[in-house]
């Protein structure tokens, strides 16, 4: 963590629920992706809109790829460059807003096993924007895995209105929420092969 990012989340340290779900959706991708790693050690997995993931440094195996915005991606290589991980890894810049996905993707057409990861992202896309995601998604690779997490427009009225507010006076944008988030994925041609819930996952694991 820079002290750039230290001053940025401190103003959050006081929402424990909120961060104790944030470890808990992590520790159960780890988990996935792991027990796939176990199975498949050259697994090629793609994170779509990775942030700061060092999931590539910290897991035993795989072929990643790391897509996010330039500015992020120049502040991580700066920070954990790629060259430096244990497995493959590759950084790929793209604007969400204006870059085609499926361009990007074209790359790695027809190349399977595939895992896609989209941590933390959907809750801030549009629902237009997510389904342009997953239609680039599912014609470039027919038969990959996603994991994905989605927040229901209920959740969002009980529990998050004012995280979101908060985030929002910081500058930060998210995506209408919906009743059946899953339903989008689903019409995206996916076919849901486990649910869990964050929040009794949370329970479960004993984070407060």
Not at 110 to 139: F, N, W
Request: with cysteine; hydrophobic share 45%.
């Amino acid at each position: 963590m820079t002290a750039e990012a230290d001053a940025v989340f401190a103003r959050f340290k006081r929402f424990k629920g909120p961060n104790a779900s944030n470890v808990t959706r992590h520790r159960l991708i780890d988990d996935w992706l792991r027990d796939r790693l176990r199975n498949t050690p050259d697994l090629r997995i793609i994170l779509l809109g990775a942030g700061f993931d060092t999931r590539a440094f910290r897991l035993a195996g795989g072929r990643w790829i790391e897509f996010d915005q330039p500015a992020n991606i120049t502040v991580k290589e700066a920070a954990l460059p790629a060259s430096g991980a244990p497995n493959s890894l590759q950084r790929i810049a793209i604007d969400f807003a204006t870059g085609l996905l499926a361009e990007r993707l074209a790359p790695w057409v027809g190349e399977k096993p595939i895992t896609v990861v989209i941590e933390g992202v959907a809750t801030y896309l549009r629902q237009a924007e997510l389904r342009r995601t997953l239609d680039a998604l599912v014609r470039t690779f027919p038969k990959h895995v996603l994991i994905c997490d989605l927040m229901t427009a209920k959740f969002v009225r009980l529990y998050s209105g004012w995280l979101r507010r908060w985030v929002e006076e910081m500058g930060g944008r998210f995506g209408e929420a919906v009743d059946d988030p899953a339903g989008t994925v689903i019409d995206a041609g996916y076919r849901q092969l486990v649910q869990v819930s964050i929040i009794e996952k949370a329970r479960e694991l004993g984070a407060s």
